[in-house]
């Protein structure tokens, strides 16, 4: 069965400062790895996907996401946190033709 | 272009209720995902439309829970009757293509409560 593990339930970092949110994942197959960010009351907004090819995937607002097969992982990363970043934020599997599956998702506050 | 947009925002309903969500994919889109969230926990897969068949229902919760797109345009899901598990959040998706690699987008979502 596919899942996905977000570690951390809230990221605290300063503004200006790196950040990192952890996603690892369980599938059999190939997995094609997604992101989605929630702001307050809003929907799920698609920030990044890896599907094949460079392991280092680049989205929305500056967000960069890096695939690592060994590892099962695939971390949010950003260089410089922006206060407005502060959201809630899902890691996402699908392999096949098998549904989407979903973190619990991290909290992530970015400090002024 | 429109977003995918879902009726009600919120619906405050007792116990053996009825409740109908609404979702309006984007224009076009042929699949149409529900989904749903128990407060703090996983979002959740529900269901999978490809225009008005249902191609996955593997996570229905129940027959409690009927989703139809009649046309295969909107869809609505009705919880008849309503249970307090059932409070949540529900997420609607579309995409225009049903392959594993496209990504969803999703609506606001309706926030469910059963009292």
């Known amino acids: 069965a596919q899942s996905v593990a977000q570690p951390e339930d809230q990221v605290n970092v300063a503004e200006g400062n790196p950040l990192t949110v952890k996603c690892t994942y369980s599938?059999?197959?190939?997995?094609?790895l997604f992101w989605y960010v929630q702001y307050p009351n809003r929907g799920l907004q698609f920030l990044l996907k890896?599907?094949?090819?460079?392991?280092l995937v680049k989205g929305s607002y500056g967000f960069e996401a890096e695939f690592n097969k060994s590892q099962t992982s695939f971390h949010l990363k950003k260089p410089s946190a922006l206060v407005s970043d502060s959201a809630l934020y899902f890691c996402?599997?699908?392999?096949?033709?098998?549904?989407?599956?979903f973190g619990k998702g991290t909290r992530l506050s970015v400090i002024a | 272009e429109a977003g995918v947009t879902q009726f009600p925002s919120h619906s405050v309903i007792e116990k053996g209720q009825t409740v109908t969500l609404r979702c309006d994919p984007i224009?076009?889109?042929?699949?149409l995902y529900w989904y749903r969230r128990v407060m703090g926990k996983e979002i959740k897969f529900l269901l999978h439309?490809?225009?008005?068949?249902?191609?996955?229902e593997s996570g229905m919760p129940n027959n409690r829970f009927l989703a139809e797109r009649t046309g295969g345009t909107y869809s609505t899901l009705k919880v008849q009757p309503a249970e307090l598990e059932d409070s949540g959040v529900y997420f609607c998706?579309?995409?225009?293509?049903?392959?594993?690699?496209?990504?969803?987008?999703f609506g606001p979502g309706t926030r469910l409560t059963v009292t």
């Open positions: 998706a579309s995409s225009h293509q049903r392959g594993a690699s496209y990504e969803q987008y």
């Open positions: 599938v059999s197959g190939n997995p094609y």
């Open positions: 890896y599907i094949t090819g460079d392991n």
């Open positions: 996402a599997v699908r392999s096949g033709n098998t549904p989407l599956v």
């Open positions: 224009s076009g889109h042929d699949n």
């Open positions: 439309f490809v225009k008005e068949s249902k191609q996955d």
